[in-house]
């Protein structure tokens, strides 16, 4: 939080008086911070230790990958069949609280205090929401996972109608429950950080719920497991994308994918990044993010308009409807039957294959996509937020898998299984099939996918690394030149990932990432129950210091502090603090 500026002995006239208020300030940055101060032997171990963990990750994995899959693949078998259970009901908690907040009283709570305002615009908001939580994704599996799901949709009723429970369930898992997920988990950490003057970690919104004496190690702990989660998962789904990216380089041309091409992507992808981090915010990502937002509608209008428009119009309404009539049961499917015996492996459980998979990933995303979230959210009511977090991404997504998707229907029935063909190869590559079968503008339209892989990513690394930084320097904030060390050293692990090990190294590792999402759903837990307290015990002295910390006036403490919010050596405070009008 940059200083007011105190002026100069011999600049103090009968109009600037050391006794009067001083007219010389600059904007004071909100909130400010009212958290904890990490002890250096802390902070030092939430640094180092991570970076030291994963290293011997990766070896593991590069030296012997057959003895880790094996490992990872039962930890994963172990999990589904004793832990499905939870992840369901893990899922129907989030939702159950995004629908508190949003219809409680409390809704109207604003995030930085009453009187802030939305530091962007709504399309630039929703945007990067979109793109840092799951653009990238949504650009295969819209696709991919109905196809996969063709002939074994669960619980879904099978109709004349091809590919129907495949879209339905895919609504499902990409749509309202995946982002009420993420908006918990951003409503505590924006609420903690932008209200209290916390800093924007999990560590700070989640241990003033535990007992004194474990607040310390549990927060030490609760970091550690964000910044792991973090960079594995960035450096796996670097890894992805360029493999996915290659695919679409493929279909245009004569070139093949491979460790080559690959390193080659993975090169031009952090430089982006490392840019765009550069950057900042509001002239990196926030562009980014909004030239996504208008080459997805191109893609998605130029398959509504030269496809099969009248079948996908028509699917559209259909498999909505059939997503709203089924949601309940859908959302509590856990085959209980399954259980009666045990199973030998995970890819015995339909929800080990899909929901289990899908919620373990979503949670294990969390740290940077929530954190990024809570970031730029500033000025919104909490009824705001969580509305624009879940209803209006989940209304994207259905609107999106819901013209892909049928579409690639379409076009496999009428190929005879052209693009089920292409899935089974790659799951990127039916897209491009698809897409190619689009008369007059299929190429433009894969030219159009394949760019929107590499700008998709470049947004997710980018959200990513802020909330890394934030998660590594709190609470003092982290530089650009730092952002873009950690754009470098996530691209490093993917690198050495791919080029060592390809693409089934890679896979270990993101299952490894999934599995670490198991322990780290619990530290979620705490910090929505401490959030619950936080709402429930808002009494005059919570909002006091809300309007404190968000205070848009220069006031005397702000002299007594440096540029983070950190007190100053009492010898570089101002001799003469300058008196403030006082407020009524």
């Given at each position: 939080?940059?200083?007011?500026?105190?002026?100069?002995?011999?600049?103090?006239?009968?109009?600037?008086?050391?006794?009067?208020?001083?007219?010389?300030?600059?904007?004071?940055?909100?909130?400010?911070?009212?958290?904890?101060?990490?002890?250096?032997?802390?902070?030092?171990?939430?640094?180092?230790?991570?970076?030291?963990?994963?290293?011997?990750?990766?070896?593991?994995?590069?030296?012997?990958?057959?003895?880790?899959?094996?490992?990872?693949?039962?930890?994963?078998?172990?999990?589904?069949?004793?832990?499905?259970?939870?992840?369901?009901?893990?899922?129907?908690?989030?939702?159950?609280?995004?629908?508190?907040?949003?219809?409680?009283?409390?809704?109207?709570?604003?995030?930085?205090?009453?009187?802030?305002?939305?530091?962007?615009?709504?399309?630039?908001?929703?945007?990067?929401?979109?793109?840092?939580?799951?653009?990238?994704?949504?650009?295969?599996?819209?696709?991919?996972?109905?196809?996969?799901?063709?002939?074994?949709?669960?619980?879904?009723?099978?109709?004349?109608?091809?590919?129907?429970?495949?879209?339905?369930?895919?609504?499902?898992?990409?749509?309202?429950?995946?982002?009420?997920?993420?908006?918990?988990?951003?409503?505590?950490?924006?609420?903690?950080?932008?209200?209290?003057?916390?800093?924007?970690?999990?560590?700070?919104?989640?241990?003033?719920?535990?007992?004194?004496?474990?607040?310390?190690?549990?927060?030490?702990?609760?970091e550690m497991l964000a910044i792991i989660a973090t960079v594995l998962g960035l450096a796996t789904s670097f890894s992805f994308a360029a493999i996915q990216f290659s695919s679409?380089?493929?279909?245009?041309?004569?070139?093949?994918?491979?460790?080559?091409?690959?390193?080659?992507?993975?090169?031009?992808?952090?430089?982006?990044?490392?840019?765009?981090?550069?950057?900042?915010?509001?002239?990196?990502?926030?562009?980014?993010?909004?030239?996504?937002?208008?080459?997805?509608?191109?893609?998605?209008?130029?398959?509504?308009?030269?496809?099969?428009?009248?079948?996908?119009?028509?699917?559209?309404?259909?498999?909505?409807?059939?997503?709203?009539?089924?949601?309940?049961?859908?959302?509590?499917?856990?085959?209980?039957?399954?259980?009666?015996?045990?199973?030998?492996?995970?890819?015995?459980?339909?929800?080990?294959?899909?929901?289990?998979?899908?919620?373990?990933?979503?949670?294990?995303?969390?740290?940077?996509?929530?954190?990024?979230?809570?970031?730029?959210?500033?000025?919104?009511?909490?009824?705001?937020?969580?509305?624009?977090?879940?209803?209006?991404?989940?209304?994207?997504?259905?609107?999106?898998?819901?013209?892909?998707?049928?579409?690639?229907?379409?076009?496999?029935?009428?190929?005879?299984?052209?693009?089920?063909?292409?899935?089974?190869?790659?799951?990127?590559?039916?897209?491009?099939?698809?897409?190619?079968?689009?008369?007059?503008?299929?190429?433009?339209?894969?030219?159009?996918?394949?760019?929107?892989?590499?700008?998709?990513?470049?947004?997710?690394?980018?959200?990513?690394?802020?909330?890394?930084?934030?998660?590594?320097?709190?609470?003092?904030?982290?530089?650009?030149?730092?952002?873009?060390?950690?754009?470098?050293?996530?691209?490093v692990v993917a690198i050495v990932l791919l080029s060592l090990g390809s693409d089934s190294v890679v896979d270990t590792v993101q299952t490894g990432t999934i599995i670490g999402?198991?322990?780290?759903?619990?530290?979620?837990?705490?910090?929505?129950?401490?959030?619950?307290r936080r709402l429930r015990h808002r009494d005059r002295e919570t909002r006091l210091l809300e309007r404190e910390v968000n205070d848009p006036e220069v006031r005397p403490e702000?002299?007594?502090?440096?540029?983070?919010?950190?007190?100053?050596?009492?010898?570089?405070?101002?001799?003469?603090?300058?008196?403030?009008?006082?407020?009524?």
């Amino acid at each position: 939080m940059p200083r007011p500026r105190t002026p100069e002995p011999d600049q103090a006239g009968p109009e600037h008086s050391l006794e009067e208020p001083s007219t010389q300030t600059t904007e004071v940055q909100l909130p400010r911070f009212r958290g904890s101060i990490i002890p250096p032997i802390d902070s030092l171990i939430i640094k180092a230790l991570p970076p030291i963990l994963i290293v011997c990750v990766v070896i593991a994995v590069v030296v012997n990958p057959d003895g880790t899959a094996n490992v990872i693949d039962g930890l994963r078998t172990q999990i589904t069949a004793g832990w499905t259970w939870y992840f369901v009901a893990y899922s129907v908690l989030a939702v159950a609280l995004c629908v508190w907040l949003t219809f409680s009283k409390l809704g109207k709570v604003r995030l930085g205090g009453p009187k802030a305002k939305p530091e962007h615009s709504a399309f630039a908001w929703y945007s990067m929401l979109f793109a840092c939580g799951q653009g990238i994704g949504l650009i295969f599996w819209s696709l991919a996972q109905p196809i996969m799901m063709k002939e074994d949709a669960a619980i879904l009723p099978i109709t004349g109608n091809p590919g129907e429970g495949g879209i339905v369930w895919t609504y499902f898992h990409w749509g309202f429950t995946a982002w009420a997920i993420y908006g918990g988990i951003a409503a505590c950490l924006a609420y903690s950080h932008h209200n209290l003057g916390k800093t924007l970690t999990f560590r700070e919104a989640t241990v003033d719920i535990l007992p004194k004496k474990a607040q310390r190690p549990a927060g030490v702990v609760i970091e550690m497991l964000a910044i792991i989660a973090t960079v594995l998962g960035l450096a796996t789904s670097f890894s992805f994308a360029a493999i996915q990216f290659s695919s679409g380089l493929s279909s245009l041309t004569s070139l093949e994918s491979g460790n080559t091409v690959w390193l080659i992507v993975i090169a031009v992808f952090a430089v982006l990044a490392a840019f765009s981090a550069f950057m900042g915010v509001d002239k990196g990502m926030k562009r980014i993010s909004e030239l996504n937002t208008i080459l997805s509608v191109v893609l998605v209008l130029g398959v509504l308009l030269f496809g099969p428009t009248v079948y996908i119009l028509s699917n559209l309404v259909q498999t909505s409807g059939s997503f709203i009539s089924n949601f309940l049961s859908m959302s509590f499917f856990t085959a209980p039957e399954l259980t009666m015996t045990p199973i030998d492996s995970w890819q015995d459980s339909w929800n080990g294959w899909w929901t289990v998979f899908i919620w373990c990933w979503v949670i294990a995303f969390s740290p940077f996509v929530a954190g990024f979230i809570a970031r730029i959210s500033r000025g919104r009511t909490i009824r705001e937020f969580v509305v624009g977090v879940t209803i209006v991404p989940s209304i994207i997504v259905m609107v999106w898998v819901g013209i892909i998707a049928s579409a690639g229907m379409f076009y496999d029935e009428k190929s005879g299984g052209a693009v089920t063909e292409a899935v089974g190869i790659d799951n990127a590559a039916g897209l491009f099939e698809m897409l190619g079968m689009i008369p007059f503008i299929g190429t433009i339209l894969i030219i159009v996918a394949t760019v929107l892989v590499g700008t998709y990513y470049v947004t997710s690394l980018d959200s990513g690394t802020y909330a890394l930084a934030e998660f590594v320097n709190a609470p003092k904030k982290a530089s650009s030149a730092f952002r873009v060390v950690l754009v470098v050293s996530i691209a490093v692990v993917a690198i050495v990932l791919l080029s060592l090990g390809s693409d089934s190294v890679v896979d270990t590792v993101q299952t490894g990432t999934i599995i670490g999402a198991f322990p780290f759903s619990f530290v979620v837990l705490l910090m929505i129950i401490n959030l619950f307290r936080r709402l429930r015990h808002r009494d005059r002295e919570t909002r006091l210091l809300e309007r404190e910390v968000n205070d848009p006036e220069v006031r005397p403490e702000d002299f007594t502090v440096d540029e983070h919010g950190l007190p100053l050596p009492p010898e570089e405070i101002p001799a003469n603090i300058p008196r403030l009008p006082e407020k009524e």
